[in-house]
């Protein structure tokens, strides 16, 4: 009986420290590489990998969920009022339950369309355990070099560093 009870507690610590590192590796605001991505919008495919050399504001949304809304119309204005020539680019990817409703709500928010992209079927399935989406939707600042710098920047520290 104290075999199996130490096996079982051997385990669950196990378990346990395993779905702890899993977490670190998105949620941990400095030094985690940002995992793969890949989005798809008119035969046009996205990719983490094009964007290295620029820093990069990846933000995840849906209309369900209001914080996560509004975060990236406030994101997006501020991108837009950017000068081009920063090496800061955008993108927002969505997880509604249909692309009209995204499609929709890109055109009430007067959101860039050129920075939004609708996720659905496995690869949103995807991009939610990849970057542990399961909590609530977030937006992360990724480096030149593929690593997660910051989680939920305010538009404040964004404005500081890159002084727009």
Known sequence: MKKTMLVI????????????????????????????LKVEKNDTIVSLDQFRGKYLLLTFWSSTDAQS???????SRMFDDCDSKTKFSHIAINFDCSER?????????????????YAMGDNAAQLMKDYHLQRGFKTLLVDPQGQVIAKNPTIKH?????SL
């Open 158 to 162: 964004l404005t500081e560093m890159f």
């Open 69 to 75: 809304r509004i975060s990236c119309k406030e994101y």
């Open 101 to 117: 409703l995204f499609e929709e709500i890109v055109r009430r928010d007067k959101l860039n369309p050129e920075s939004q992209f």
């Open 9 to 36: 507690v051997i385990f669950v610590v196990y378990l346990v420290s395993v779905s702890a590192h899993t977490d670190r590796v998105v949620d941990a605001v400095e030094g985690h590489t940002a995992p793969f």
